[in-house]
C-alpha cells in the first residue's frame, strides 16, 4: 500500500461547480499535512496547510480526518484558472524529516 | 526575496558526463533536500540537508553527491549521468522538517 494515495483523475468539471479531492495516508504517526498546487512543468507551490479544526482560504477548505487518515480539498465555484494537479503532503513526526508526496490529482476547469 | 533558485532550467548531457545542479535559498532555512520529479511517480527524496556542514541520503541518493557548505547553498552533483536519471529535479527548503517546503523552479535534465 502507498503510505500517500491519492486518485490521478483527471477530474474534469464545469465552471463554477464544486470538486473535492480526498487523500488517504498509512502512517498514522504523521504530523504535518499540506495541500500543493502543481501546474504542467512547473515547480509544486503551496496551497494550503491542512489543520485538524479545517481551514479555508477563500474557495478552498480543507480538512483532516486522524480517525481515518485522511485529507480532504474543496474548491468551490471553479475558476478556468484553478486547472492544475494538486498534490497531497504528509510528513513524519519531527526528527525523521520525511515528506511524503502523493502522486496528485489532475483537475480540469471546462469553459 | 528570491526565495529558492535554481540552475540551469535545462541541460542535456551524455551518458557518463558529470555536472552539478546549483541551488539557493534566501530565506535563512536550515533545511534544504533535492527532489526528482519522473512521470506517475511523485516526488522523490535524493538527499537533504538539515544545516551547513550536515547532509543524508533521502529515498533515491545513488549517483548523487551533495555538499552544504553554508546555510544559502545546496549544490547536487551527477558522478557520472546515465539515461535513467533523465528527470526534472527540484530544490526545496524549509524552516523545519514538518514545515512548509519552498520549491525552486526546477531543472530539466536529460541524459543521452
Known amino acids: 500500500r502507498k503510505e500517500v494515495e491519492q486518485d490521478p483523475g483527471p477530474f474534469n468539471v464545469p465552471e463554477g461547480a464544486t470538486v473535492a479531492f480526498n487523500c488517504t495516508y498509512s502512517?498514522?504517526?504523521?504530523?504535518?499535512f499540506f495541500w500543493y498546487r502543481q501546474d504542467c512543468r512547473k515547480e509544486p507551490k503551496l496551497l494550503m496547510s491542512?489543520?485538524?479544526s479545517g481551514n479555508e482560504d477563500g474557495r478552498f477548505t480543507a480538512q483532516l480526518n486522524r480517525a481515518s487518515q485522511y485529507i480532504s480539498l474543496l474548491i468551490r465555484d471553479s475558476k478556468l484558472s484553478d486547472s492544475a494537479t494538486y498534490l497531497c503532503?504528509?510528513?513524519?513526526?519531527?526528527?525523521?524529516?520525511?515528506?511524503?508526496f502523493g502522486t496528485g490529482t489532475r483537475l480540469k476547469v471546462l469553459a | 526575496n528570491a526565495g529558492v533558485t535554481q540552475t540551469p532550467k535545462f541541460q542535456v548531457l551524455k551518458t557518463g558526463q558529470s555536472m552539478t545542479l546549483q541551488c539557493a535559498q534566501d530565506m535563512n532555512h536550515e533545511y534544504m533536500s533535492w527532489y526528482r520529479q519522473d512521470p506517475g511517480m511523485g516526488l522523490r527524496l535524493i538527499h537533504y540537508?538539515?544545516?551547513?556542514?550536515?547532509?543524508d541520503q533521502g529515498e533515491v541518493p545513488n549517483g548523487y553527491n551533495v555538499s552544504r557548505s553554508t546555510t544559502e547553498d545546496f549544490p547536487l552533483r551527477l558522478l557520472s549521468a546515465a539515461p535513467s536519471q533523465t528527470s526534472v529535479y527540484f530544490c526545496?527548503?524549509?524552516?523545519?522538517?514538518?514545515?512548509?517546503?519552498?520549491f525552486g523552479p526546477g531543472t530539466r535534465l536529460t541524459v543521452l
Open positions: 503532503v504528509v510528513t513524519l513526526i519531527s526528527g525523521t524529516y520525511k515528506y511524503i
Open positions: 502512517n498514522s504517526a504523521s504530523q504535518s
Open positions: 526545496a527548503s524549509s524552516y523545519g522538517d514538518t514545515d512548509t517546503q519552498y
Open positions: 491542512v489543520y485538524s
Open positions: 540537508s538539515v544545516g551547513a556542514g550536515i547532509t
